[in-house]
């Protein structure tokens, strides 16, 4: 099962994966107070509870819930303690598929994966990739990449530019920032015929094909594979989280477009302000 912060929109995260998602069955809600027939019930009333969903994902496979979760039951299963709503994810069907999009859910929204028995929670890390991509319908010259972002990697040393030629179009390029204790942030622009499943979900004039990828290679690449990766690796990905937000918001303001996250889920003009500030505290 996942556990997602109570009211968390699970339909908008399940598109993001699975466009075609929908409700099969909206969760109940209660209904209102209404009097009992009968003598014997005379001056009572009965609610209808609500009852959990059949969340659609592609078809063949659904998601069961939101089954509500008290702060006190959350903190006894080793989660946030905070109200929740609990879905069931079938193990079978879309196998690896389903049980990514829950890892990527649960990190998406600092949520949780909860075993069927709730012997142990796993609460993946909602920092653990800070790499972003804007698809824009707007390519930049590679001329101006580096005065337009060399502002926003301040404290590395930026190297040239790298162009690959196009013959039908506007050239490709990669930029490279180095930090001394940080590791590399990498910009690649490219021309791609393949976007992630949730641009599909948007208007067509919201994106396009050139993707703008903005990745951080640590000191030691190994750390990203981990959950509880060390301190340096934590406080090297703080260091640099600016940036890279920076790095995106101007490309953004540039080319237009969408960013999408390492989970492939949309992130707003908003969202990149508040990781910035977040990644300062």
Known sequence: MIALPRG???????????????????????????????????????????GPGLLDLDGATEVVGPFPLAAADARAAGLPPRE???????????????AGWATAVARRTGGAILPADRSRALVPDPHASVDLTL????????????????????????GPVETAGRPDGPAEFSLTASYEYD?????????????????????????????????????????LEVEQPSQLHVIARQRVTPGICRVVATLWRTAGGTVVDAGGFVVTPEELDERVRTARR
């Open 8 to 50: 968390t929109d699970v339909l908008v995260l399940a598109t993001a994966w699975f466009p075609a998602a929908r409700w099969s069955r909206e969760p109940g809600r209660a209904t209102a107070a209404r009097p009992m027939a009968g003598a014997r019930f005379r001056g009572m009333a009965a609610t209808t509870a609500p």
């Open 84 to 98: 929740s709503d609990l879905y069931g994810v079938p193990v079978t069907g879309l196998g690896d598929v389903a």
């Open 135 to 158: 698809w824009s319908p707007v390519p930049v010259p590679p001329r101006d990449a580096l005065p337009l972002l060399r502002p926003s990697l301040s404290g590395s040393r930026v």
């Open 183 to 223: 590791g590399q942030v990498v910009v690649r622009c490219t021309r791609s015929h393949e976007v992630p499943a949730v641009l599909s979900t948007l208007d067509w004039r919201a994106h396009g094909p050139w993707a703008y990828r903005v990745s951080w290679l640590p000191p030691d690449p190994v750390e």
